[in-house]
């Protein structure tokens, strides 16, 4: 983040000095979406004449008192200090939300323009400007899925307070492992290949959600590290399966925030030589929202990488996003139903009618579908009949060690052989 240091000095200063009786000091995390994509179309000086006039209206619409300070290429940290309560951050951020409502002109044009914020309030969220921000910027992924694009953050029920320090040690050390889920196909009645899922057993908390370490891996910094264990054990994993005679492809999840590191292709396909595995053998799953956040730069990241022979799913198919569009530029090779859908299929009339539709979208798209969250025998039975291919779930397999799955499914190809 630019201007970090700047950032975290005025939080202090705003918190040592609380200009009110019992002033909430709010933190904003204000980030323009799909700067780049605006910069390609339109060219970098209308995209630094948006960003100005951004700066302009958000100042316009703030408290003398607060400060505006631009961090990153589209971000912006907002610092709202003496606010009365809590309630008062949210409606601050919903006025600066308001200025997106109607597009931005830019030289006469009028330009439509996405943002989010994410909210996190000093003292209730913590005391120092590296929590407070984190949480903000937690926030925020929230903020881009709502509806209201902004959101103030919020601890989950019994939610774990992990720090950085934890994760890193953690992955440094590899304290991680990899638990593998198999891949059934329902045609050929095989195991079709597996995908692979981070765990970690923390010595303080014990098995910790991977939901919870991935974002916060995203947050801090540390997914870059995460994703270069996750396919580095993943690529040795399926180079031992080779040796055993298991030819079987393995699925990798990449997380939105590593789209943006230079190098991961290479770094990837590197990988591939090194461990000497044929690119076929490795599917990257990525979702829709990673690739609508950044649509050019995902069709020319994952081109190179599917160029590359390696095979893309999109992963949560169905929840993302409203259009198809995005598929016409990213070489996927498959869809990966989400398991919303699929989990539901037996209770209600409307989901598998959308399982169908997407199925039927795979086919005439020809990509490979896979239905994800498969909990019972009668679900699988209706894939089979709707003409899914592969299916994943709990009663195909939960994911396991990947050691122990592996070995003991060399040895129960060796018996067939
Ligand atoms: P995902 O990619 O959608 O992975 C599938 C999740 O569904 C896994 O949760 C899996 O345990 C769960 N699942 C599988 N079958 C069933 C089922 O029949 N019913 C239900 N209810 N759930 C099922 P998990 O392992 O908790 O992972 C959560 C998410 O964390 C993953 O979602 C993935 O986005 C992310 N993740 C996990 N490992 C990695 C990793 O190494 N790198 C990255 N970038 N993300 C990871
Ligand atoms: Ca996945
Ligand atoms: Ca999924």
Redesign the pocket.
């Known amino acids: 983040m630019l201007n970090r240091e700047a950032c975290f000095d005025a939080t202090r200063r705003l918190m040592a000095h609380p200009r009110g009786p019992d002033g909430v000091l709010a933190v904003m995390i204000l980030r323009i979406r799909r700067f780049r994509e605006f910069n390609i179309r339109f060219g970098y000086s209308s995209g630094d004449q948006l960003i100005a006039v951004i700066a302009e209206q958000v100042l316009q619409s703030l408290r003398p008192v607060d400060e505006l300070i631009q961090v990153g290429a589209c971000d912006f940290a907002i610092l709202l200090p003496s606010l009365i309560s809590p309630e008062h951050a949210a409606l601050a951020a919903a006025k600066i939300m308001r200025l997106f409502q109607s597009p931005i002109s830019i030289e006469g044009r009028l330009m439509p323009v996405e943002a989010a914020i994410g909210v996190a309030l000093h003292p209730e969220h913590g005391d120092d400007p590296d929590l407070l921000f984190r949480r903000a910027e937690r926030a925020y992924g929230q903020a881009r899925a709502s509806i209201d694009r902004y959101a103030v953050f919020e601890t989950a029920p019994g939610e774990l307070d992990i720090g950085h320090d934890d994760l890193h040690e953690a992955i440094s050390n590899n304290r991680l492992d990899l ?1 593998v ?1 198999p891949i059934w196909d329902l045609q050929a009645k095989t195991t079709a290949g597996v ?5 970690w057993h923390s010595p303080r908390w014990g098995w910790v ?3 919870l370490f ?1 974002s916060l891996a995203e947050q801090t910094g540390l ?1 870059m590290p ?2 270069r264990w ?1 396919m580095n054990i993943g690529l040795h994993h399926c180079a031992q399966a080779r040796l055993a005679g298991l030819e079987l492809p393995f699925s ?4 939105p925030r ?1 789209f943006a590191e230079r190098g991961i292709a290479e770094q990837l396909i590197g990988a591939l030589r090194i461990f000497d595995i044929p690119p076929e053998l490795v599917i990257l ?1 990525v ?1 829709e929202t990673t690739v609508m956040d950044d649509p050019a730069l995902s069709a020319r990241l994952l081109g190179q990488l599917r160029d590359a022979g390696l095979r893309i799913a999109i ?2 198919f169905g929840i993302g996003h409203s259009t198809f569009a995005y598929l016409q530029h990213i070489p996927a090779t498959e869809l ?1 139903i ?2 919303s859908f699929v ?1 539901d299929m037996m209770l209600s009339t409307r989901a598998p009618r959308l399982v169908q539709s997407m199925i039927d979208l795979a086919d005439s798209l020809e990509l490979d579908v896979v239905a ?4 019972d025998e009668d679900t699988l039975r209706l894939l089979e009949e709707m003409g899914c291919r592969y299916a ?4 195909i397999g ?2 396991q060690p990947a050691p122990a799955f592996l070995d003991a499914l060399a040895l129960k190809q060796k018996k067939l052989r």
């Open positions: 638990h889920q995908e692979c899922l981070a765990r959600d991977p939901s991935i997914i995460l994703t996750s990798i999840n990449l997380s590593v799953e979702t992963d949560d990966k989400d398991k989990i994800e969250g498969v909990e994943q779930g709990y009663f939960r994911p």
